[in-house]
């Protein structure tokens, strides 16, 4: 949130998120590259990666968990490095600390994923310091252990607000903690058999014709014939025996989150399991063993391959999707300044994307003429923004507008956002005495009181 507001004081608020966007995607392949390089592993295989900087949490716009994995990928690296590489341990402690604390500030999950990954490399990374007993083999990991503190004590003293809240409990209700925390109303599970139905879809849903799908179908052909050139033309792999296995071990840890953990857990955290999948796939592709340095540099192509496997049908399902959204700054202009948008979205679907991306469509007209709309973030606690005073009245979810109660929620706005539905059909009578459409453009109509 702050990086991209801090953005749009040198540019227009969409290209600085377009910006920050840019840099998340290039940031997968170039975190994976710098822990491959860390494990002394081969680069290339991180080029597998590009297809899962997308998917399902990134069509979902979960920008936060999905920026804080290239962050992941680096405070894995930092950490091993304090560790095995003893003339620059304090140099990568002060790497580890920072990068540990940016995942954390990005978001929870990720971190909790490195609670686990990183005493598995504490206990996997060797280390060419000599250690007699465990005080000794501690001490010569005490940089990488160090580099934690600041991370660690900031997700404690986060944890203590967090949990300190009061939450309200009301079962049954969207957004709402359903019970306590962790009890048995309040979590919600998919199962093994529909999480493992599924995982490759969650890996490229963003197209209707699944054309997103290609790219990881190819990112896993060309992990598989890595391996197999791999066995065949002999390893050049640098890792002692042991720490060979600290790719996999990272994988597993991911791929267990996503089928151990509950799907919701209502009040505090939605899609959880779910997200640890591109995490997952990021990791299998980039545990292909080593071969020669002259076979490595000829499959750098193939990373390339997939990469622009992954660019093609997007950068077409995006401008289509632009097209098709431009309809909204067309109504926009029809706004009156400042205006109270409600957003009455029936349907939320895309031609040209999948996902319902156009759900929060009233938060745009808000944007544009400096207005609010009836359903916002800003009402959340991971949300840096708020309401100068109490929030809009709004019925209980943005998925069921027509549990609208006029007289108690409808008075209150001056403008409608309405889609999939003609506004005469929805509001009857209202359209002769109080409102009138003033604008259609596509789907949408911008409806306003008289």
């Known amino acids: 949130y702050y990086l991209v507001s801090g953005l749009s004081w040198l540019l227009p608020l969409e290209l600085a998120n377009k910006v920050f966007l840019a840099a998340y995607v290039a940031g997968m392949p170039l975190g994976l590259a710098f822990l491959l390089r860390s494990l002394k592993r081969p680069t290339w295989p991180a080029l597998l990666a590009v297809p899962f900087a997308y998917g399902d949490s990134f069509g979902w716009g979960f920008i936060n968990y999905c920026s804080a994995l290239p962050l992941a990928f680096l405070t894995c690296g930092f950490f091993v490095r304090a560790i095995d590489d003893v ?28 609670g686990v990954a990183l005493p598995v490399l504490l206990v996997l990374t060797p280390t060419d310091a000599k250690a007699a007993n465990v005080v000794g083999w501690l001490r ?20 203590g607000i967090r949990l300190g809240e009061p939450t309200e409990i009301a079962p049954g209700q969207p957004w709402k903690a359903w019970g306590p925390m962790f009890s048995e109303q309040n979590l ?10 599924q995982l490759f879809d969650k890996l490229a849903n963003l197209l209707p014709d699944r ?90 192509w193939a990373g390339a391959l997939v990469a622009a496997a992954t660019a093609w049908p997007l950068v077409q399902a995006f401008r289509a999707f632009d097209d098709e959204a431009k309809a909204l700054a067309t109504i926009a202009q029809a706004a009156a300044p400042k205006p109270k948008v409600m957003g009455l979205i029936f349907n939320a679907g895309s031609r040209a994307v999948t996902l319902p991306v156009h759900l929060h469509a009233s938060t745009v007209v808000a944007r544009e003429r400096g207005g609010l709309t009836n359903f916002s973030f800003a009402t959340t606690p991971h949300s840096p923004l708020m309401y100068r005073g109490p929030p809009p009245p709004t019925f209980p979810s943005e998925w069921r507008p027509n549990e609208l109660n006029w007289e ?9 956002v309405v889609r999939g539905i003609h506004p005469q059909q929805f509001f009857g009578q209202l359209m002769s005495s109080e409102l009138y459409v003033a604008a259609q453009a596509g789907d949408f109509f911008l409806v306003r009181k008289r």
Request: proline share 3%.
């Open 211 to 300: 054309a997103d799908q290609l790219a990881v179908k190819l990112s896993f052909a060309v992990a598989v014939g890595g391996a197999l050139v791999a066995l065949a033309t002999g390893r050049a792999n640098q890792e002692r025996p042991l720490a060979r296995v600290r790719i996999g071990a990272l994988f597993a840890i991911a791929l267990v989150l996503y089928f151990a953990l509950p799907f919701d857990i209502r009040g505090y955290m939605y899609y959880l399991n779910t997200r640890y999948v591109h995490l997952a796939a990021a990791l299998l592709v980039c545990c292909v063993p080593a071969v020669k340095p002259e076979l490595s540099k000829k499959l750098v």
């Open 408 to 416: 108690q929620q409808g008075r209150y706005y001056d403008h409608f």
């Open 140 to 159: 010569a990991r005490r940089y990488a252990l160090f580099g934690v503190l600041p991370g660690v004590a900031l997700f404690l003293a986060w944890i």
């Open 188 to 197: 919600a599970w998919n199962g093994f058999e529909a999480n493992k139905a």
């Open 87 to 114: 003339a620059g341990q304090k140099r990568w402690a002060w790497g580890l600390g920072l990068s540990l604390v940016g995942v954390l500030l990005f978001h929870v999950q990720v971190f909790a994923f490195l």
